[in-house]
């Protein structure tokens, strides 16, 4: 069979060890940065014997060759249309397998795209979202297909020359896809982050997984990994595989908050937790508009109304609730009300927000944080440190007219408070039960500035900018048949203003409060809201749905 995965020597005589190639190698560290040691590959030699074989090796070779117990290796391959999920199909795949395939496939790419394949072509530098191509990516694919094609034919036909069972037409596709997955996205992982059932992923320790569906319901989900230690170097791998901005996670950074390729966003932590726990969240809706939640039920027609006006006047806008209430799905709607000429600069601490993609604006300039890799200075940031604040600071320079804040979790809530103050009309998003509690929130996280920062201040600097709150709720109901809806829903709309000196703001509900459905007009309107009319406001609108909701509750 061609291409023993124990001939390490490749054309020319030259070194093929997987350990040398640029995708399954970290490279040279940079100064007081840790890497993760994650390769992607069978280890070929163990410290103590230089060149020996090790187990996990010794495996893989067999596998490939066909010779573990005198059996070709079968996939347990689940019919697709059975189960609905890619992921599914590959239960009692053999991923030493996969391992030896992917090995094969990095030394054949590299001799047909040079020794810098991956270098040219790094998947976390997502050129279309940021307007250009990448040709470059897309050859490498193509070339992997055909490599990857090219090995399981030769597979194929060595087994039948040794009277072995020839895989089907199904587990070819299967163990393909893998190897796919394997060398160019997430590996183990990919399947489940395709799976458009699939909302929130759950890794607790690398055996433990449970999906979350968009239904609100969990099932369990394969392992993805063989053990701990391997998810762990699966982690750092993804942490550190990123040139342009890598983020640490080790022992004396536990924590690890990241964009995955596709736009998944991963939060994970580990030696601070009795097991390593991940927890992925898909963006199901990358483009949003406030039309659709009307339409599915999740806000009335006066609430979509007012909020698009708002956004057209400039007003700044906090959008507030439970974890994975749908905060940044709408927050993707509201930007969609920005006039598509308007220059938009978005800071986050990851992407989420994905502008860039939607096609309504012309210039998005996508701000993302950097955590830092280096040793902590004086100041106590890492070096190479880029955070929110630097990056608002920056963009005064960049000509933009509008200025919106992503997520805001902690300090960073100045960064919005200033963006909101520029007067261009920010957006941003928080975590808190009710509108109330959004102001306390954000008073909470703007006092973890310092001792500088009292209440008192922080409740005038959000009087003073912040204009409207959007709550939102989230609630699993059992359906008469038995089944299971997640529903969302616009609970609350408030307008915020400067108030009396003991509170320091006063709340108009324009909307709700409600905690059974959406929000509807409650007819209260303030004078500042009447000026939304120029923005296309219809108090008519408003007026008739509290007239309607009246006479319901009658």
């Given at each position: 069979m061609k291409n023993d995965p124990t001939d390490?020597?490749?054309?020319?005589?030259?070194?093929?060890?997987?350990?040398?190639?640029?995708?399954?190698?970290?490279?040279?560290?940079?100064?007081?940065?840790v890497r993760g040691t994650f390769t992607m590959t069978p280890t070929t030699a163990t410290p103590s014997s230089p060149g020996t074989p090790t187990r996990e090796h010794t495996a893989a070779t067999g596998h490939l060759n066909g010779q573990r117990n005198g059996h070709a290796p079968r996939l347990k391959v689940t019919p697709q249309g059975a189960s609905g999920s890619g992921w599914a199909g590959q239960e009692g795949l053999d991923w030493g397998l996969v391992a030896a395939f992917r090995t094969m496939v990095a030394n054949r790419l590299t001799q047909a795209l040079g020794a810098d394949w991956r270098a040219r072509t790094d998947p976390d530098i997502d050129h279309s979202r940021r307007g250009g191509s990448s040709p470059d990516r897309v050859e490498q694919e193509q070339v992997g297909r055909e490599i990857i094609a090219d090995l399981l034919r030769d597979h194929t036909a060595d087994s039948v020359a040794k009277g072995l069972a020839r895989w089907t037409a199904s587990e070819q596709a299967t163990m393909g896809q893998a190897v796919f997955d394997a060398v160019f996205r997430l590996g183990?992982?990919?399947?489940?982050?395709?799976?458009?059932?699939?909302?929130?992923?759950?890794?607790?320790?690398?055996?433990?997984?449970l999906l979350e569906l968009t239904d609100g319901s969990r099932i369990p989900g394969p392992a993805v990994a063989d053990s701990d230690e391997e998810l762990l170097d699966f982690l750092r791998f993804l942490a550190n595989r990123s040139e342009s901005n890598p983020r640490p996670f080790s022992e004396s950074t536990p924590r690890l908050h990241m964009k995955l390729d596709g736009g998944a966003r991963l939060a994970a932590t580990a030696w601070v937790v009795g097991r390593p726990t991940v927890v992925i969240r898909r963006h199901r809706l990358k483009v949003d508009t406030l039309d659709a939640w009307v339409e599915r039920g999740?806000?009335?027609?006066a609430c979509a109304n007012f909020l698009a006006a708002a956004v057209r006047a400039r007003w700044s806008v906090a959008v507030s609730g439970a974890m994975s209430a749908g905060k940044t799905t709408l927050m993707r709607a509201l930007c969609a009300q920005i006039p598509g000429d308007e220059a938009i600069g978005t800071f986050e601490t990851e992407y989420e927000l994905f502008l860039a993609e939607s096609g309504v604006h012309d210039i998005v300039i996508d701000w993302e944080a950097r955590p830092g890799v280096g040793e902590v200075r004086a100041d106590g940031r890492a070096a190479g440190a880029f955070d929110l604040a630097d990056a608002l600071?920056?963009?005064?320079?960049?000509?933009?007219?509008?200025?919106?804040?992503?997520?805001?979790?902690?300090?960073e809530v100045w960064t919005m408070i200033k963006a909101m103050e520029s007067g261009t009309g920010s957006l941003s998003t928080t975590h808190a039960a009710n509108a109330e509690a959004c102001i306390r929130k954000l008073v909470t996280c703007a006092m973890e500035a310092g001792s500088h920062v009292n209440r008192d201040l922080a409740l005038e600097k959000l009087a003073g900018c912040l204009e409207v709150i959007v709550q939102l709720s989230r609630?699993?109901?059992?359906?008469?048949?038995?089944?299971?809806?997640?529903?969302?829903?616009?609970?609350?709309?408030?307008?915020?203003?400067?108030?009396?000196?003991e509170k320091g703001y006063a709340l108009t509900h324009l909307f709700g409060p409600s905690s059974t459905g959406p929000a509807t007009a409650t007819g209260i309107i303030s004078e500042r809201c009447r000026t939304l009319a120029e923005q296309g406001f219809d108090q008519a609108l408003f007026q008739a749905e509290a007239d309607q909701a009246a006479q319901v509750s009658r």
């Open positions: 390490h020597t490749g054309a020319g005589g030259a070194s093929s060890d997987p350990a040398a190639l640029p995708l399954f190698t970290a490279s040279p560290p940079r100064a007081g940065r183990r992982l990919q399947p489940l982050v395709d799976d458009d059932r699939v909302e929130n992923i759950f890794i607790l320790g690398h055996q433990r997984v999740c806000m009335t027609a600071t920056d963009s005064f320079r960049f000509a933009l007219s509008r200025q919106i804040v992503g997520e805001i979790r902690g300090p609630q699993v109901v059992q359906l008469p048949d038995g089944s299971q809806q997640l529903r969302r829903w616009v609970s609350e709309v408030v307008v915020v203003e400067p108030g009396e000196r």
